[in-house]
């Protein structure tokens, strides 16, 4: 009965080993990895009306469309969310908390890409990836290809460009603010001469002066979102801006087009997608809301950046199957999870909120654990919602941190406007909620507070020093998508909520590379026909 068993087993391993077909165990030539900076399901969807039929109709009709895509972590933004992607773990873990953060040696804010240890190329900025933790998808292909992968990444601004190509790449490029020259970081071996070429030759600078946004298509037909502002039409020329011309244009749909040209000469002048080791591209766009404005005023901007974005998705797919051909490809497209913070609610709506100051709260904090446990300054330094107490004075009074800890919080949570207080021994603990396993998941105890704030929807957290940069808070949703596409991938919609975890060892498994070494989940099932 046992020998019987043993034969069935075999038979059946053996028939569904044979059931794959080639196709299925074929690893692509080049991954392409398009990340949407604020890119939403809902807005793709809710204008589809008004687009052609080789983007988003395109992935909605032959793609593997992930409507839900969530990131498992509170407040992502356009570094960290990117880190995330392409380490498949969250900043617990890869480190990247957030764009910048408060350095605790020195007091300072630091970007999470800041390096003073490599030069830049076109730029006097000074950048690595020397603070990302852990590896990313690039750096396991170039370990698994002995460094015969190549691995490029594109993107507007440093931070995207610098986590897509990971530790080991062979270039991250992204758009000078003040030259719009292509930079880079020395951290690299390749600035190929082809890319000096193209900024001595054809870079942005010498066409934004002619360059004026306006509708592309009848404002009649910007219909699909509901304004308060009432807009006749938009015209923006960005050589009037001056100084910030290039900053604006990298928050238009302009950039997206701009990253198009430049990928055409990377394409034609190496060999990506060439041969039979696999190759990685990651590129940036842009979908937020033109000079981060709020969506209220930007409703026909808004609506022509994905009418523009549409097209530049399917210029990059013409692009890449004329070089590579789409069935030796896996295309994939994701966001970054979030959107600018809106501004303010006008007084007659009656929204509840108020305004929050950070600097204050810091202040009679300080005032009052001095009323407790005696002179000093215990709170060392404040930035986004974190507050860093003075560990050396503490230990100085022989105080019990987590007692420390444990007043402040009590003393933070009676502020008009906080919801919630979070020490960090508190989440180090573990958690019991899904909000707070959020919480617990964006924590690196190395870059972050001591005590951390959570702020009701409808307040403004107000900048003191830089009252412009105050920001509403809102807790709504906002649908992310994942989608895949490519010659074996099973064209489906998918409801069901993902998260963006599952992206690195998804592409990962496509390479039959390993997963990157901080990623604990499982690759997402069924992609392949």
Not at 77 to 95: C, E, H, I, K, W
Not at 142 to 163: C, M, N
């Amino acid at each position: 009965m046992r020998s019987l068993l043993t034969s069935i087993i075999t038979v059946l391993t053996i028939t569904g080993l044979q059931a794959q077909t080639p196709s299925q165990l074929t690893t692509p030539k080049l991954v392409v990895g398009l990340t949407v900076d604020q890119l939403r399901t809902d807005y793709i969807e809710a204008f589809s009306s008004l687009y052609g039929e080789k983007g988003f109709k395109r992935l909605w009709k032959d793609g593997r469309v992930y409507r839900n895509a969530e990131f498992g972590f509170s407040n992502p933004d356009r570094a960290s969310s990117v880190a995330a992607l392409y380490t498949g773990t969250v900043p617990t873990v890869n480190g990247i908390t957030g764009e910048d953060w408060l350095d605790i040696s020195t007091l300072r804010i630091k970007n999470c890409v800041d390096d003073r240890n490599f030069m830049g190329n076109y730029t006097t900025e000074t950048t690595s990836a020397s603070q990302l933790m852990v590896s990313t998808v690039a750096d396991e292909l170039k370990v698994a290809t002995q460094g015969k992968g190549l691995v490029y990444s594109i993107a507007p601004y440093r931070e995207a460009a610098i986590f897509g190509a990971g530790h080991a790449g062979n270039g991250a490029f992204w758009l000078n603010d003040d030259t719009g020259k292509w930079c880079g970081s020395t951290y690299y071996n390749d600035f190929p001469w082809f890319v000096s070429q193209y900024n001595d030759r054809k870079a942005i600078d010498f066409r934004i002066s002619g360059m004026v946004w306006t509708p592309t298509r009848p404002v009649a037909d910007y219909k699909y979102l509901t304004s308060q502002f009432a807009q006749e039409t938009f015209s923006y020329n960005f050589d009037e801006a001056k100084k910030s011309k290039f900053r604006k244009l990298k928050t238009s749909p302009f950039i997206n087009e701009e990253i198009n040209n430049f990928l055409l000469d990377i394409l034609a002048n190496s060999t990506m997608g060439q041969d039979e080791t696999p190759d990685l591209l990651s590129l940036t766009y842009y979908a937020g809301n033109y000079d981060h404005k709020s969506a209220k005023e930007c409703a026909l901007e808004m609506q022509d950046t994905y009418v523009r974005l549409d097209k530049s998705i399917g210029e990059l797919l013409d692009i890449i199957d004329k070089k590579v051909g789409l069935n030796n490809v896996l295309f994939c497209i994701n966001s970054t999870g979030y959107v600018d913070a809106e501004g303010p609610e006008l007084e007659r709506y009656r929204i509840p909120g108020g305004e929050f100051y950070l600097d204050r709260c810091a202040a009679l904090l300080n005032m009052y654990l001095m009323a407790v446990y005696g002179e000093g300054q215990y709170i060392e330094a404040h930035n986004d919602l974190q507050l860093y107490l003075n560990h050396k004075l503490i230990e100085k009074k022989q105080l019990n941190l987590n007692d420390v800890l444990a007043k402040a919080s009590d003393f933070l949570i009676q502020f008009s406007g906080v919801k919630e207080v979070y020490s960090s021994y508190r989440l180090l603990q573990g958690a019991w909620t899904p909000e707070l396993q959020k919480m617990r998941n964006s924590y690196n105890r190395n870059r972050s507070g001591d005590l951390t704030l959570e702020i009701l929807p409808g307040w403004t957290v107000v900048n003191s020093d830089s009252p412009s940069e105050s920001k509403v808070v809102r807790k709504a949703y906002v649908p992310s998508p994942l989608i895949f596409l490519g010659g074996n991938v099973k064209p489906e919609i998918i409801n069901t909520p993902v998260n963006i975890d599952c992206f690195a060892p998804t592409i990962a498994r496509s390479m039959r590379i390993r997963a990157p070494n901080g990623c604990s989940s499982a690759p997402l099932a069924n992609i392949l026909r």
